[in-house]
């Protein structure tokens, strides 16, 4: 009589165990397969392959296939070792076991060597079993010791991982593979389980770890295995794809662009940032300057690398054919979703893939993602949370500004940091009333130059100054002493970064001329892309070596701060207007004798970033300027003046 139980465990799927060999040790295999077969379903490498099927193809099924796996290391081939002869397992046969330990590990993957042979360095330390070389009961009294008292103990009651009963289905969702993939890995810590259990010695090479960061990772490529023609998707900056790219996310993207692209979808990634855009400008230029004050270069060098990584990964996504934007949700859209669907939309990644699927990850601001939350078919009120998902995406995207033009604010604000002069607490006083004597005559000098020049402009040209900028404006001092040469009725503007300047020329221009109404200061950083200067001036003042500020990365690509500061001041100069430029003389580079006030170090750098006359003439013209003279008024000094061409 056959009880239910007997009835059960005969129709439970058998583990499956390949068994790899060459050619030479077929008969071991052979005598393998017949002690295997009751408990296992044994697949020898010799039917394993169809004819005419690619090898490496048919092996990486077997691995799909395989629970557990035998490899046979005979002596198939004479080798030379340090001048002495031996012999070594077949290259193919070495190569597949790699490839099977890789993917079951190395508790399921045994080893059974016949005497005499060299194991590789790689697999020392791994348990092995040996076997005779000569046929005979020697040799068959060592393979039923192996099978009895090696396989059976550690394999007995192992189960099966991808049985043709027992497979995942998901009607094309995308978690099939992932969820057979995690199901092995918790069959794994099962069957070390039961092993201890029965043993009780440490068996594991590794503790056990409940979480997967690979799941989520893993289902997001399957989803986009799926995509034909819609893939829309928030992310982060600080997203850990960006600096850690994973392999099979990137092949995934690849063919699923490639399938959107032909039939006309829409491929969208969508940067959210957790405030402002100038104020993550801000932030991604005050750290470089905190950590170069601190010395702390290497995690300078680590910034540079992860600013170049993001630059090199968005250039990638514009080349395959993605829409990139950037948006900070000031509005709080997120509130309109279905509650709990964005769990922390500070950490939350969304997908939409066509209309089959949603994912939501978390820990992307952290930089690893660990968790997704997938909405799909299989959930009730699928419908309703598509509808919202996407409005929610739309309505984002419809205020964000095109990721090139994020981009190249980065790339500004990490060039002002590298020029960013640091000053000291009290350098502003210093600067306006305790300079040595030589340095206060340099400023005289120069300021009596350019009065001279506006002398001939406005009585021989009959030139009036209506607006008057003064960019880099420090102290103040430009706009106080030149406002005489501006009209009653006109406007004097000068603009500096630094809070601090500005809050100093305010208070100078309070305290020496409080009745004037002409004068603004205000904080502004130039080369933002939409500066908050209207109109165009009568005259532009960047006055004793402020240009060098901009910085210069001498690659002769133009594509540096210098070159977009002389555009802007070309753009805001009237086509009668003046604009004067101070700047360091190749001797007080030579000799770093710019202004006693600054320290070595910022000698150093405005040394590198101050232009030559050959050079700033060039620039001058492609900005669509034409230099009108080229003075030396003090040694350290040159005093350019131009006009637009």
């Not at 054919?321 to 939350?348: I, T």
């Not at 939350?373 to 996407?390: G, I, V």
């Not at 960013?420 to 305790?434: F, M, Q």
């Amino acid at each position: 009589m056959v009880t239910n139980s007997q009835t059960d465990a005969s129709l439970q799927p058998k583990p499956a165990v390949f068994i790899g060999s060459s050619s030479e040790a077929l008969p071991i295999v052979n005598r393998l397969v017949g002690a295997l077969g009751p408990d296992f379903d044994v697949y020898p490498w010799d039917q394993s392959f169809s004819p005419g099927e690619y090898t490496l193809t048919a092996l990486l099924q077997q691995v799909e296939r395989a629970d557990a796996a035998i490899f046979i290391f005979a002596k198939d081939d004479e080798i030379t070792i340090r001048g002495e002869p031996g012999y070594s397992a077949r290259g193919n046969v070495l190569m597949e076991y790699g490839l099977f330990v890789a993917r079951l590990g190395r508790e399921r993957v045994l080893i059974l060597e016949e005497e005499g042979v060299d194991i590789p360095s790689d697999v020392f330390g791994i348990t092995t079993t040996s076997f005779p070389a000569e046929r005979g009961a020697a040799r068959n009294a060592a393979l039923a010791v192996f099978v009895d008292e090696v396989v059976m103990p550690r394999w007995r009651g192992i189960r099966p991982q991808f049985s043709s009963g027992d497979e995942v289905t998901d009607a094309g969702l995308g978690y099939a593979g992932t969820i057979q993939r995690e199901r092995q890995k918790l069959d794994e810590i099962v069957g070390a389980l039961r092993e201890f259990a029965t043993s009780l010695k440490p068996i594991a090479r590794s503790p056990i770890q409940f979480g997967s960061t690979v799941a989520p990772i893993s289902t997001y490529a399957e989803a986009l295995g799926r995509v034909k023609q819609r893939f829309w998707t928030t992310t982060f900056l600080s997203s850990g794809f960006w600096s850690r790219p994973q392999g099979q996310v990137l092949a995934a993207n690849e063919e699923m662009l490639a399938r959107i692209k032909k039939n006309g979808g829409q491929a969208r990634r969508l940067f959210l940032l957790d405030q402002p855009p100038n104020l993550v400008l801000q932030a991604y230029r005050d750290h470089r300057i905190l950590q170069r004050q601190l010395q702390k270069y290497e995690e300078l060098e680590i910034l540079q690398d992860q600013h170049e990584h993001l630059k090199s990964s968005m250039k990638l996504l514009f080349q395959q054919g993605f829409e990139v934007r950037v948006v900070y949700d000031e509005a709080k859209v997120y509130r309109s979703l279905p509650n709990g669907m964005l769990p922390d939309p500070r950490d939350s990644e969304l997908a939409i893939y066509d209309d089959f699927r949603i994912d939501v990850f978390e820990g992307g601001q952290h930089g690893v993602i660990h968790t997704v939350k997938s909405h799909s078919h299989l959930f009730r009120y699928f419908p309703t949370y598509l509808n919202a998902a996407t409005g929610y995406f739309e309505e984002l995207w419809g205020k964000a500004q095109p990721m090139e033009e994020f981009v190249e604010d980065l790339q500004d604000s990490v060039d002002f940091a590298k020029s960013k002069i640091d000053y000291e607490s009290n350098w502003l006083a210093i600067y306006e009333y305790a300079l040595t004597q030589e340095d206060e005559g340099m400023k005289t000098i120069e300021l009596a130059r350019v009065e001279e020049v506006l002398r001939e402009e406005v009585k021989e040209r009959d030139v009036e100054i209506t607006r008057y900028l003064d960019v880099g404006t420090c102290t103040g001092r430009y706009p106080i002493q030149l406002r005489s040469w501006v009209a009653p009725n006109g406007k004097i503007l000068g603009v500096d970064e630094d809070y601090d300047c500005v809050r100093f020329a305010q208070a100078n221009v309070e305290q020496k001329c409080p009745d004037e109404k002409r004068i603004e200061i205000s904080q502004c950083d130039f080369l933002v892309r939409k500066v908050a200067i209207r109109g165009e001036f009568d005259l532009i003042t960047c006055m004793l070596g402020t240009l060098s500020h901009f910085g210069w990365d001498r690659s002769r690509t133009y594509e540096d701060g210098l070159q977009r500061a002389l555009n802007r001041m070309a753009t805001l100069l009237n086509d009668k207007g003046l604009l004067f430029l101070g700047t360091w003389s190749e001797y007080a580079c030579n000799n770093r004798k710019m202004l006693g006030i600054y320290s070595q170090g910022d000698q150093e750098r405005l040394a590198e970033w101050s232009p030559g006359t050959a050079e700033l003439e060039q620039r001058l013209t492609m900005a669509g300027l034409k230099v009108v003279e080229h003075v030396q008024p003090e040694m350290r000094l040159n005093l350019t003046w131009c006009r637009r061409a």
